[in-house]
């Protein structure tokens, strides 16, 4: 993979990992406890997803592109 094509990747899935968490703060204010747990522990396991089978991946090659935040 080209550094640029790393680079764009991490950058949508930083974005995507910060919608994603944008979204849970949307359940838990406006729905019930049970919907929002459901809800957190599905976002929970796309997180997870992400970050094994992506983003570690794509950090094992240029580790410099790896964002502060998850170092």
């Known amino acids: 993979m080209t550094r640029d094509t ?3 990747v ?3 899935m ?3 990992g910060d919608q994603l968490g944008t979204s ?3 359940m838990k204010e406006n729905e019930t406890e049970d919907e929002f ?3 957190r522990d599905a ?3 796309l997180l997870s997803t992400m970050l094994l089978e992506i ?3 794509l950090y094992s090659e240029p580790p ?3 964002p502060k935040e998850l170092q």
Do not use: H, T
């Open 6 to 8: 790393a680079r764009q």
């Open 10 to 12: 991490s950058d949508l």
């Open 14 to 16: 930083v974005s995507i």
């Open 24 to 26: 849970v703060r949307v």
């Open 37 to 39: 747990l459901r809800y």
């Open 43 to 45: 976002v929970s396991k």
């Open 55 to 57: 983003m570690n991946p």
């Open 64 to 66: 410099e592109l790896k």
